[in-house]
């Protein structure tokens, strides 16, 4: 089947899903990469910081997709900030990738306190997006206030904000800033992943929550494919990650039911307001640095 699309700011049409690739291992990603393309995905987001565009790249030369019908999308690590180091990491995404041109080039964090450099990181985007090497550029985990900062500083509104949300952290005040600007908001760990593999055991996971299963039970369909529902339907990308070929595919299986209005205000509602990933405001190149290695 043809992926729904969503259109960006700047008319690009990115795939409403993609496959998602943080902590697939190198040797797993090539294959879960294929089995994603063989469902019929043809998104993939992956990051420098991942490890493993290398391999996402091969993927989809093996898969004998043509180039123009894959979206690819891909993050520079805040190591990489600044005008000219920037305008060099999509060299190295590039290379690894083997592409000469990414679909979506984003921030992966905003750096709060040395902002100039975040500044600078996203001039850099802008200059590609004007040469043509990257088709849309955006940003990820940027709060209100980075967003604002941003918005004074540069010419170009990001076509994407990736953030965390999941039923249990779903970030309404970021998501209003993002719709006022028409970012679109792309939706991390949008099963709530990060609920079972960092999660608190006494908090839950979003896979066992009743209201969730509940939900699915009526239309024969898991909590993963309920949640994932649940963003498409609110307008948001998705972009779940499994290496699993049968978690793969169930999570592409949403498109042949419709959850209803009162359904969807139940899934707001499960909102705990509690982030499993690291505070945006608190990451510091002193924390969390870490060299990119060259294509
Ligand atoms: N921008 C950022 O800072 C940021 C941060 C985190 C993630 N991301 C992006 O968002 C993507 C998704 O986020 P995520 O990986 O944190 O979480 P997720 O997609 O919500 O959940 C992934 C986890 O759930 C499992 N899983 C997948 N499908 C399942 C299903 N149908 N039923 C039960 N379990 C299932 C996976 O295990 P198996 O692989 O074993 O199936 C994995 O442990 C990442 O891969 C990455 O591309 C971005």
Redesign the pocket.
Known sequence: MTTPTITLNNGVEIPAI???????PPQETAD?VGAAIATGYRH????AA?GNEREVGEAIRRSGIDRSEMFI?T?VWISDYGYEQTLHAFDKSAGKLGVEQIDLL?L??PLPTAFDRTINAYRALEKLLDDGRVRAIGV??FMTEHLQRLLEATSIVPAVN???L?PYFTQPEVQAADAEHRILTQ????????????GDANAGS??DDETITAIGAGYGK????V?LRWHLQRGRS???????P???A??FDVFDFNLTDAQLDALDALDKGVR???EPGAITLEAFGREIPEA
């Open positions: 993609g496959l998602g690739v943080f902590q697939t879960a993939v987001d992956t990051a991942y999308e993050k984003i992966h964090q990820s985990n990736q953030i965390e999941h939706a991390w760990s949008p099963i709530g992943g990060i609920t079972s593999y960092r979003t896979f898991t909590a993963a494919q949640m998705v972009i779940p990650k499994s290496t699993k049968a978690r793969i169930e999570n499993g990933g690291p």
